[in-house]
T-cell receptor, first 114, second 112 residues
Framework: DTAVSQTPKYLVTQMGNDKSIKCEQN?????MYWYKQDSKKFLKIMFS???????INETVPNRFSPKSPDKAHLNLHINSLELGDSAVYFC?????????????FGEGSRLTVL | SQKIEQNSEALNIQEGKTATLTCNYT??????LQWYRQDPGRGPVFLLL?????KEKRKERLKVTFDTTLKQSLFHITASQPADSATYLC???????????FGKGTSLLVTP
């Protein structure tokens, strides 16, 4: 069984559209994250949720809205997509705060905005 | 501002040699430092965690050092193999403790 799974793996869409990426973890972890990896491969934290509560929002435009229906799921909805949103988005989870334990990453969702 | 710096140049070494990757940081007071491996098209995979009071940590052919005075970690792969070719990421907990911030990674290529 995949520990952290995200769908879709690939997403190609037009500017201005709205899209969602889903993430589920079956590790029983309390904390989940969204990271963005741009074309220069820089992996940057976007959001962190602990037990369904938002604890980090790293100056991400409010077009990005995470939703955590339960602690095993953290979805990412993006409104009014822009060219600069093209990137690979990684979901991750950890048992404790990320400094004290390893992060488990999904395989990534590659978003291409045309 | 907080920075995590890794060698931006790719590291090419011959099979059997020791690869050494560097991670330097500024404006962090990390309690932990982590190393991850990322293969093309895949998510990062955790390798090692070292605490601030640990000078060195080993796991099989991997060795990590952590010098909080120099604000530096070194990551060594001994007896390197072509299968070790990947990008290696250094990561530190943010000062808030809730996020893990990553360096840009160093690409390692091990040739037979």
């Amino acid at each position: 069984d995949t520990a952290v799974s995200q769908t879709p793996k690939y997403l190609v869409t037009q500017m201005g559209n709205d899209k969602s990426i889903k993430c589920e973890q079956n590790l029983g972890h309390d904390t989940m994250y969204w990271y963005k990896q741009d074309s220069k491969k820089f992996l940057k934290i976007m959001f962190s949720y602990n037990n369904k509560e938002l604890i980090i929002n790293e100056t991400v435009p409010n077009r990005f809205s995470p939703k955590s229906p339960d602690k095993a799921h953290l979805n990412l909805h993006i409104n009014s997509l822009e060219l600069g949103d093209s990137a690979v988005y990684f979901c991750a989870s950890s048992q404790a705060g990320s400094g004290t334990g390893e992060l488990f990453f999904g395989e990534g969702s590659r978003l291409t905005v045309l | 501002s907080q920075k995590i710096e890794q060698n931006s140049e790719a590291l090419n070494i011959q099979e059997g040699k020791t690869a050494t990757l560097t991670c330097n940081y500024t404006n962090y007071s990390p309690a932990y430092l982590q190393w991850y491996r990322q293969d093309p098209g895949r998510g990062p995979v955790f390798l090692l965690l070292i605490r601030e009071n640990e000078k060195e940590k080993r796991k099989e052919r991997l060795k990590v050092t952590f010098d909080t005075t120099l604000k530096q970690s070194l990551f060594h792969i001994t007896a390197s193999q072509p299968a070790d070719s990947a990008t290696y990421l250094c990561a530190l907990n943010s000062n808030s403790g809730y996020a893990l911030n990553f360096g840009k990674g160093t690409s390692l290529l091990v040739t037979p």
